[in-house]
């Protein structure tokens, strides 16, 4: 028996490992292959002749993956794009800072608070968040499976040829997908609802989840050192789940759909973390459902048009590259609003104090009853006002009254100021006392801390 390691271009997701490797051992002499991502390798044991180069990259065209020997110089030309033009990373780069660009502008109109991740978040965004996850993590994880399971679907259903038998075994299996997301996703939000979240384990956990979501970015973006830390299912296992003879049926593509809420996919363990955290089957089951539903276009095109992902592989790294990018901005974006809902503002008290001995008396509220009355309106997209200035250890009385659209102003915490949340009504007003025990600066937001503004206690 001989072995021998060729360099393979184009390989970059552990389904590209699965897919190599069974076409290898569908080759005559080849008795077995082990490809790495990591290393861009492929070890191959062989009896006779060494399968030549020639004959590798022409049986691996369509799927767009070129052998080379070790000590082959790097080419000049990949997958048809030319060194000599812009580097794909700076490309990418300058494509994601445009979007960024334009997400902060609409962040300060109050236009982009939906674009926000968290467990209040619009069914919209974890849709959009589904698209993303589908063009990237999930279409190299669940796609693979589906490109393993073609071969046979097509034997099963597509005898006359015709168009609807060969849709049929892949919207079984998004089908499938989606309902079983719906269904467990209501599972999570029960657990949850028995835990009783508190907002600070709330805004800890979806600062983890962000740290996740940035450990994502960077594979996306190619970093080699965190590849062998990708979310993944053992390899033994995952050709367990790609072997067609162990899924036999024509109502097995529903039930594969269904299993793929347990492939361990970054993306789909940051939803579900987020269905937990809604504390409701009726949330947790829309935001799974909307998540998958999110990722069916990109699975059911690389069902239907068997390849990888797109058919100019160049293409596809800078679309991952760009996601990478904007994963990690809205990661990062996500934990600075978390930090707010945590009181982490940043002010010095001492330096506040001090500056509080010539406080203008002027602009501090009427005292009715005894207490501090200020008022306010929340809408959907800010506070007004968003500032107010109280004394020290007087009661305060907070009128805050909602408008009809609220979106993610739901309700207002303070955690320096009060514990617990004010909850709001649209149309209706909210009312929340306390007596602030300390002189300084202190924030307060919506649950998310994406709506902000700031309360000054003075002497």
């Known amino acids: 028996m001989n072995k021998y390691t060729y360099k393979v271009k184009g390989m970059h997701c552990a389904s590209c490992e699965i897919l190599i490797e069974k076409m290898l051992l569908e080759l005559p002499n080849i008795k ?66 445009f979007i960024i660009i334009a997400f902060l502008i609409l962040d300060k109109m109050g ?14 965004t974890f849709f959009g968040f589904g698209v993303l996850a589908g063009l990237s ?74 740290i996740l979501m940035i450990l994502l970015g960077l594979q996306m973006l190619g970093v080699k050192a965190l590849r062998k830390f990708q979310l993944a299912l053992p390899k033994s296992a995952t050709r367990k789940i790609a072997n067609e003879n162990n899924f036999q049926g024509k109502y097995m593509p529903f039930i594969m759909g269904a299993l793929t809420f347990f492939l361990p996919c970054g993306f789909t363990i940051t939803t579900q973390g987020l269905a937990l955290l809604s504390g409701s089957i009726f949330s947790g089951a829309l935001i799974m459902g909307a998540f998958a539903l999110g990722t069916v276009p990109s699975l059911l095109f690389i069902g239907l048009s068997s390849v990888k992902f797109s058919s100019k592989p160049h293409l596809a790294e800078r679309f991952s590259k760009v996601a990478g990018f904007l994963v990690i901005f809205f990661a990062l974006f996500n934990m600075s609003n978390q930090a707010a809902v945590l009181g982490f503002t940043g002010s010095n008290s001492d330096q506040i104090q001090t500056q509080n001995n010539n406080t203008d008396q002027s602009d501090l509220p009427p005292i009715v009853n005894g207490k ?31 408008s009809n659209s609220l979106g993610c102003n739901g309700a207002i915490i303070s955690s320096k100021l009060f514990d617990g949340a004010v909850d709001l009504t649209p149309g209706q007003v909210s009312v929340k006392e306390f007596t602030p025990q300390n002189a300084g600066t202190f924030g307060f937001s919506c649950t998310m801390g994406m709506i902000r503004g700031t309360m000054e206690v003075v002497n």
């Not at 052998?67 to 990418?92: I, Y």
């Not at 982009?112 to 919209?124: E, G, R, V």
């Not at 499938?176 to 956990?205: C, P």
């Not at 200020?374 to 009128?399: C, H, L, Q």
Request: with cysteine; proline share 3%; glycine share 6%.
């Open 32 to 97: 077995s292959a082990k490809a790495s991502t990591g290393k861009g390798e492929v070890v191959v044991e062989f009896e006779g002749s060494r399968p030549n180069l020639e004959r590798l990259n022409k049986v691996f065209e369509q799927e767009k993956y070129h052998f080379s020997d070790l000590a082959t110089p790097e080419l000049s030309v990949e997958a048809g794009f030319d060194k000599q033009k812009a580097n794909p990373t700076l490309v990418a780069f300058n494509i994601a800072i």
């Open 111 to 124: 236009v982009a608070n939906f674009l926000s991740l968290s467990s209040t978040s619009s069914l919209f």
């Open 137 to 210: 993590s999930c279409a190299a994880l669940v796609g693979g499976i589906i490109l393993s399971m073609s071969k046979q679907w097509n034997s099963l259903y597509s005898n006359e040829q015709s168009t609807s038998k060969k849709l049929q075994p892949h919207i079984m299996f998004n089908t499938g997908r989606v309902v079983s997301y719906i269904i467990l996703g209501g599972v999570l939000g029960l657990i949850g609802s028995r835990l009783q979240i508190s907002l600070k384990f709330t805004a800890f956990l979806i600062i983890v989840i962000s």
């Open 372 to 402: 501090q009355v200020i008022k306010m309106t929340a809408s959907g997209s800010k506070d007004t006002p968003n500032y107010f200035k109280v004394k020290v250890r007087i009661p305060v009385r907070w009128e805050i009254t909602a």
